[in-house]
């Protein structure tokens, strides 16, 4: 709603003139009060509010977190969800691939190693292919993930050498061995292994072999 206030003429006294200043004052007053019930200037936040309307909404300052415009809804940070999500209409699509394919070319030492996460960051991305040219086989070591978390490898390339899967602290849990001897192996393109971590009880995830096809277990 337009503020509307009745202008001083050049030609009005100040004298004359003061009721109609004091009643702009009140007019402006009033006004402004009334916006304060939905915005605060001193902390700088926006309440109260029935609908909001916009062509873009953007979260963050330094760092942005959200970014929704008219062609993207970008959500550029973790997110914790305690309800449902429902997919009408469309898929979910898992496009965190690492770029960089693990084979004998990547890994150090000798035999090959592969180490993917750390001590203390977990596997980045969801989805790692892998292969091996050589007749010698290399390892892949899986550091801890996160509760919930899952990781897909999948035999990329052309070649039959043997990668080979372990738990680089935490044993792997694959059904029929016992939990100090749990290795996946895939030796030919399009075996897969799919690897789920599981709350263990006490708090700690622990990956379980959940899917894939063509695998070997040793």
């Known amino acids: 709603m337009a503020i509307s206030v009745t202008e001083i003429l050049g030609t009005d006294s100040l004298s004359g003139s003061r009721l109609v200043l004091n009643d702009n ?3 402006l007053t009033s006004e402004i009060n009334a916006m304060e019930v939905y915005f605060n ?4 936040t926006l309440t109260n509010l029935n609908d909001v309307k916009t062509e873009s909404l953007r979260v963050g300052l330094s760092t942005i977190l959200l970014d929704i415009n008219s062609s993207t809804f970008d959500v550029l940070t973790n997110v914790n969800m305690t309800g449902n999500l429902n997919l009408n209409g469309g898929g979910l699509f898992r496009n965190d691939v690492d770029p960089q394919t693990l084979n004998d070319g990547f ?3 000798s035999p090959g190693v592969i180490t993917v996460g750390t001590s203390t960051a977990i596997p980045p991305y969801s989805v790692e292919r892998v292969g091996n ?3 010698t086989a290399i390892t892949i070591q899986l550091n801890d993930g996160a509760i919930g978390q899952e990781i ?3 035999y990329s390339e052309a070649q039959t050498g043997v990668v080979n899967i372990k738990g680089a602290v935490t044993p792997l849990v694959l059904p029929g061995t016992a939990p100090a001897n749990t290795t996946i192996g895939l030796d030919q ?3 897969t292994a799919h690897l789920l971590c599981v709350n263990d009880g006490t708090g700690n995830g622990v990956w379980f072999l959940v899917g894939g096809t063509g695998y070997t277990i040793s």
């Open 133 to 135: 040219s050589t007749a």
């Open 152 to 154: 897909f490898f999948v």
């Open 107 to 109: 890994a150090t030492g």
């Open 189 to 191: 393109i399009g075996e």
């Open 41 to 44: 200037p001193t902390a700088g």
């Open 25 to 27: 004052f009140n007019i």
